[in-house]
């Protein structure tokens, strides 16, 4: 049976985790079904319960994915579902945003047969979903999204050491490899797919299975997970995630202001969450911050990570999250086929959607430049960006770091996509 806590436990629980270090690893890691949050609250303009789809780390040194699944209430439905196979399911069968209204939100011409073609981005998650090329095969049926499987060099999966030596498999991380690989697909449907499993969600495991993804040639590196900051994460910052002209995105978390790690990493793009309606104005959304009673998108400053250059806020003397978002509220969430512990279609949210949304949207803008940073590549073109005024995920006194305004803020970073201009290196 499923035993809830509240965000507040959840925050303290991860809190918890952090006093050891970052360094330590070898020790068991509790199970998705183990204690996942199931809280009820208000989000945007509807009422859904969630629950984790992964369970607060056990052990220092662990991390847990960003993904929330929608257990209850009326989240909304795509409005804009798009082509669909004729052998697919009714549209009314599936809730929560699709290919079509991703790409209409943010303004990206995925459906062009040359955008993103060629292009590889990679999820790095823990243990193993035996069921992920088939489940992705039907939401790409679906949404009437290209095949993407290992036989047409589409899709791969691999273990830590780029081998075929899955790691257990796991109904939790199962989800969010689910989220992950539908919210790839459907922002660059044409996007080759390279799923890496970490044997184990420590910090050390995960960290391989990024440089392992980098070394088989990924581009674009999504992490859907994080935890609480430790003064070791500096070391984990140049053992995993400094690689020079790699497009690594990571969630900044789904507790409310405060910071996770890797997200406070200077090497990834930070990607925070918002609550995405459609609307009759010219853009045809809006979005705020994505907040609630102790849930909502991370954000804010880092304890012990410099200030990246690129970086120019000034109340914050360190790095802060995020840089960009986008849409992350469960109650305004994305429709996910997941077979592995659940019954097909679902509606996903938190920071766990957006960061691949936003390493696809790298994926589409080309491959960054050699030896750059692309994490700074959206400061350069701040006005190629949706930027979100509106909305809180906490108590910071009233600051930018906890409460969204116009240009830089903590929550939204400097914006959700318009396009791809933000982010070419």
């Given at each position: 049976?499923?035993?809830?806590?509240?965000s507040a436990a959840r925050r303290?629980?991860?809190?918890?985790?952090?006093?050891?270090?970052?360094?330590?690893?070898?020790?068991?890691?509790?199970?998705?079904?183990?204690?996942?949050?199931?809280?009820?609250?208000?989000?945007?303009?509807?009422?859904?319960?969630?629950?984790?789809?992964?369970?607060?780390?056990?052990?220092?040194?662990?991390?847990?994915?960003?993904?929330?699944?929608?257990?209850?209430?009326?989240?909304?439905?795509?409005?804009?579902?798009?082509?669909?196979?004729?052998?697919?399911?009714?549209a009314a069968a599936v809730s929560?945003?699709?290919?079509?209204?991703?790409?209409?939100?943010?303004?990206?011409?995925?459906?062009?047969?040359?955008?993103?073609?060629?292009?590889?981005?990679?999820?790095?998650?823990?243990?193993?979903?035996?069921?992920?090329?088939?489940?992705?095969?039907?939401?790409?049926?679906?949404?009437?999204?290209?095949?993407?499987?290992?036989?047409?060099?589409?899709?791969?999966?691999?273990?830590?050491?780029?081998?075929?030596?899955?790691?257990?498999?796991?109904?939790?991380?199962?989800?969010?490899?689910?989220?992950?690989?539908?919210?790839?697909?459907?922002?660059?449907?044409?996007?080759?797919?390279?799923?890496?499993?970490?044997?184990?969600?420590?910090?050390?495991?995960?960290?391989?299975?990024?440089?392992?993804?980098?070394?088989?040639?990924?581009?674009?590196?999504?992490?859907?997970?994080?935890?609480?900051?430790?003064?070791?994460?500096?070391?984990?910052?140049?053992?995993?995630?400094?690689?020079?002209?790699?497009?690594?995105?990571?969630?900044?978390?789904?507790?409310?202001?405060?910071?996770?790690?890797?997200?406070?990493?200077?090497?990834?793009?930070?990607?925070?969450?918002?609550?995405?309606?459609?609307?009759?104005?010219?853009?045809?959304?809006?979005?705020?911050?994505?907040?609630?009673?102790?849930?909502?998108?991370?954000?804010?400053?880092?304890?012990?990570?410099?200030?990246?250059?690129?970086?120019?806020?000034?109340?914050?003397?360190?790095?802060?999250?995020?840089?960009?978002?986008?849409?992350?509220?469960?109650?305004?969430?994305?429709?996910?086929?997941?077979?592995?512990?659940?019954?097909?279609?679902?509606?996903?949210?938190?920071?766990?959607?957006?960061?691949?949304?936003?390493?696809?949207?790298?994926?589409?803008?080309?491959?960054?430049?050699?030896?750059?940073?692309?994490?700074?590549?959206?400061?350069?073109?701040?006005?190629?960006?949706?930027?979100?005024?509106?909305?809180?995920?906490?108590?910071?006194?009233?600051?930018?770091?906890?409460?969204?305004?116009?240009?830089?803020?903590?929550?939204?970073?400097?914006?959700?996509?318009?396009?791809?201009?933000?982010?070419?290196?």
């Amino acid at each position: 049976m499923r035993t809830s806590i509240t965000s507040a436990a959840r925050r303290t629980a991860l809190a918890a985790t952090a006093v050891v270090g970052l360094a330590l690893s070898g020790l068991a890691v509790a199970p998705a079904d183990a204690a996942p949050a199931a809280d009820a609250h208000g989000h945007g303009s509807h009422h859904v319960s969630v629950a984790r789809s992964c369970a607060v780390p056990q052990h220092a040194g662990y991390l847990a994915c960003n993904a929330l699944r929608v257990t209850g209430g009326t989240p909304v439905k795509a409005h804009a579902t798009g082509a669909r196979s004729t052998n697919a399911a009714p549209a009314a069968a599936v809730s929560g945003f699709g290919p079509a209204d991703i790409q209409g939100a943010y303004n990206l011409a995925s459906a062009a047969a040359s955008s993103g073609a060629g292009q590889t981005v990679a999820i790095v998650d823990a243990q193993d979903d035996p069921n992920a090329e088939t489940d992705l095969a039907t939401y790409r049926s679906q949404f009437g999204l290209p095949a993407c499987t290992s036989a047409n060099g589409c899709f791969s999966k691999v273990d830590q050491n780029g081998g075929t030596s899955y790691p257990s498999a796991d109904s939790g991380w199962a989800g969010e490899i689910s989220l992950d690989l539908d919210m790839v697909s459907a922002t660059c449907p044409n996007c080759n797919i390279l799923l890496v499993e970490a044997n184990t969600a420590s910090t050390d495991d995960l960290g391989t299975a990024v440089n392992q993804a980098v070394t088989l040639g990924a581009k674009f590196v999504s992490n859907s997970y994080g935890g609480s900051e430790s003064s070791d994460e500096t070391n984990a910052d140049n053992q995993y995630y400094n690689h020079p002209g790699v497009a690594i995105t990571a969630s900044a978390g789904d507790s409310g202001y405060g910071v996770e790690y890797p997200a406070a990493s200077p090497y990834v793009t930070s990607v925070g969450g918002t609550s995405l309606t459609a609307d009759s104005s010219a853009r045809g959304w809006s979005e705020s911050v994505w907040g609630g009673s102790g849930d909502g998108t991370g954000s804010g400053c880092s304890a012990y990570e410099a200030k990246p250059s690129w970086q120019t806020d000034s109340g914050c003397a360190n790095r802060t999250v995020a840089d960009v978002s986008a849409v992350a509220d469960p109650a305004t969430g994305v429709a996910v086929y997941d077979t592995y512990g659940a019954s097909g279609w679902q509606v996903y949210g938190g920071t766990s959607a957006s960061s691949p949304i936003i390493a696809s949207v790298y994926a589409l803008a080309g491959n960054p430049g050699a030896n750059t940073t692309p994490a700074s590549d959206p400061y350069a073109n701040t006005s190629a960006l949706n930027d979100v005024t509106s909305g809180t995920n906490g108590d910071c006194g009233g600051t930018y770091l906890c409460t969204a305004g116009p240009g830089y803020d903590g929550p939204t970073g400097l914006g959700t996509p318009n396009g791809t201009a933000a982010f070419v290196g």
